[in-house]
């Protein structure tokens, strides 16, 4: 279990410290609307920036949704499951489908970042053209990140097949649903015993 949340924890600190973009991509499109609509004068910067920002957010919250196992699912069917059925059906589906896109992904990703690093490669979305070429290296560290988290769910089914209970997560934050449900199952009990 420790080299499952050790990647859970470089996932975790690097989704989080990543959510900060989240505040410079709403300065980015709220100066720009300003600018345009009021000061009439529009950026250069402003487009590229928000694309840019928005790329890096989603390329990195996959590894840390998985890592708090929030990735969309069939939850209708699935919660309904008992543990070792739902450990065999993520196994299945993880090598059927999440590793094949995920290797194809770092596959296709490493020679389309090498090229534009090579090409010292700039946006011709605006006059000033910014450097593309960090973010385009985002593509291959992310299907990394995604594969070795992965990985770890891999080990996750497999001790759930085993046990027949899912192993312990690191939580941070809690789904507003699950609180209510357990609140709920907390005074059940409670007024059971008095």
């Not at 924890?9 to 345009?36: D, H, M, S």
């Not at 699912?73 to 739902?86: A, E, K, M, S, V």
């Not at 960090?134 to 089914?157: D, H, N, S, T, W």
């Amino acid at each position: 279990m420790r080299f499952v949340y050790f990647i859970d924890r470089i996932n975790t600190f690097i989704g989080k410290t990543v959510a900060w973009a989240i505040l410079a991509l709403t300065f980015a499109v709220c100066y720009e609307v300003f600018a345009r609509y009021v000061l009439r004068a529009p950026t250069e910067w402003a487009f590229d920036a928000s694309y840019m920002l928005y790329g890096l957010l989603f390329m990195i919250a996959g590894p840390y949704t998985l890592a708090r196992n929030n990735h969309v699912r069939g939850d209708f069917l699935y919660r309904n499951w008992h543990p070792r059925r739902q450990a065999a059906m993520d196994l299945v589906l993880y090598f059927l489908f999440f590793f094949p896109g995920i290797l194809a992904l770092v596959y296709a990703g490493i020679p389309f970042s090498q090229m534009s690093w090579m090409m010292n490669e700039h946006s011709m979305n605006s006059p000033n053209g910014p450097p593309i070429y960090p973010f385009k290296a985002l593509i291959p560290l992310a299907g990394i990140l995604m594969a070795f988290q992965g990985v770890v769910e891999v080990i996750r089914c497999i001790q759930c097949l085993r046990n027949g209970e899912w192993p312990q997560r690191l939580h941070d934050v809690e789904e507003t649903e699950k609180l209510i449900l357990e609140q709920a199952e907390q005074q059940g009990l409670t007024k059971g015993i008095v």
